[in-house]
């Protein structure tokens, strides 16, 4: 089992910026696929950001790309999201996923049923 604890989102105004983070334990984080997706109410859950087991190669959805980066630190078992320039259209519930394959396949998959492990979301509120 990995258990996925995310923190760091708040309320900002459009053009700030914040940086999540998602702390990852029962297994080594370097042996995991990491991506972060969000949801509004009413629709449904889309990828924002993934990585590759080492953080070497990344994935973004158009919508973020240039504003949001992701990165991990295997060392201390945690991925981060920063996110600048922030968007009112970024307000959503942001969350943190992790998906068990094996090391070397083909891991670029926007698709939530890919994924094994989620964590409970933090919420990220941009006002305009």
């Known amino acids: 089992q990995v258990q996925l604890v995310e923190s760091g989102g708040g309320l900002v105004q459009a053009g700030g910026s914040l940086r999540l983070s998602c702390a990852a334990s029962?297994?080594?984080?370097?042996?995991?696929?990491m991506g972060w997706f969000r949801q509004t109410q009413g629709m449904v859950r889309v990828v924002v950001a993934a990585?590759?087991?080492?953080?070497?190669?990344?994935y973004y959805a158009d919508s973020v790309k240039g504003r949001f980066t992701i990165s991990r630190d295997n060392a201390k078992n945690t991925v981060y999201l920063q996110m600048n320039s922030l968007k009112p259209e970024d307000t959503a519930v942001y969350y943190c996923?992790?998906?068990?394959?094996?090391?070397?396949?083909?891991?670029?998959?926007?698709?939530?049923?890919?994924?094994?492990?989620w964590g409970q979301g933090t919420q990220v509120t941009v006002s305009s």
């Open positions: 990585s590759s087991w080492s953080g070497s190669s990344t």
């Open positions: 029962g297994r080594t984080l370097s042996s995991l696929v």
């Open positions: 996923t992790a998906r068990i394959i094996p090391i070397g396949s083909m891991w670029k998959d926007p698709r939530t049923t890919v994924y094994n492990y």
